[in-house]
């Protein structure tokens, strides 16, 4: 039989695997993800809420430092910047451990979780009496850019190892 003349047929691939619907590893991989994504999401959400706090804390104490650049009244900026490093402890730590402290017992508290002391023995010291002075001779004696540089180390810096 001459081999020409038997009778072939063209060959015949099967028809392509089609991506959908999808292997159960592929599904899986996908919720893996997924899963990871909103966790991810989610964590970021926290932090970023935790330190609302401190954010909205450091604009206002950029506002109270303009605020004194225009009325150049140290007692009044003293009084913003005690007021607003009260209230921003409050947001972080429990009102019961906060809000009764007073003078040396409340700079000690600062100085909580802070690399050095910049409250009770450095210019933020001056949180303590400087509401309380006369306006007129305030100024003089007093390390306004040290307090206001202890301040914001202060709200820059987590209390309790919070993020």
């Given at each position: 039989m001459d081999p020409t003349q038997i009778p072939l047929r063209g060959l015949h691939f099967p028809?392509?695997?089609?991506?959908?619907p999808l292997a159960p590893g592929?599904?899986?991989?996908?919720?893996?993800?997924?899963v990871a994504l909103v966790l991810l999401l989610r964590s970021w959400m926290r932090r970023r809420t935790?330190?609302?706090?401190?954010?909205?804390?450091?604009?206002?104490?950029?506002?109270?430092?303009?605020?004194?650049?225009?009325?150049?009244?140290?007692a009044k900026l003293g009084i913003e910047v005690s007021e607003l490093l009260r209230r921003t402890m409050?947001?972080?730590?429990?009102?019961?451990?906060?809000?009764?402290?007073?003078?040396?017992a409340?700079?000690?508290?600062?100085?909580?979780?802070?690399?050095?002391?910049?409250?009770?023995?450095?210019?933020g010291r001056e949180l303590i009496d400087l509401p309380y002075r006369d306006p007129e001779t305030a100024g003089a004696d007093v390390d306004l850019d040290g307090m206001?540089?202890?301040?914001?180390?202060?709200?820059?810096?987590?209390?309790?190892?919070?993020?």
């Open positions: 028809a392509a695997i089609s991506w959908w592929w599904w899986l991989l996908i919720a893996i993800v997924v935790r330190a609302a706090a401190r954010r909205h804390a450091l604009k206002q104490l950029e506002h109270a430092t303009l605020a004194y650049v225009e009325h150049r009244n140290p409050l947001a972080y730590a429990p009102r019961a451990d906060v809000a009764g402290l007073t003078g040396d409340w700079l000690e508290w600062l100085d909580r979780d802070l690399p050095a002391s910049r409250f009770r023995q450095g210019a206001l540089a202890a301040v914001r180390e202060r709200l820059r810096t987590p209390v309790g190892g919070q993020a």
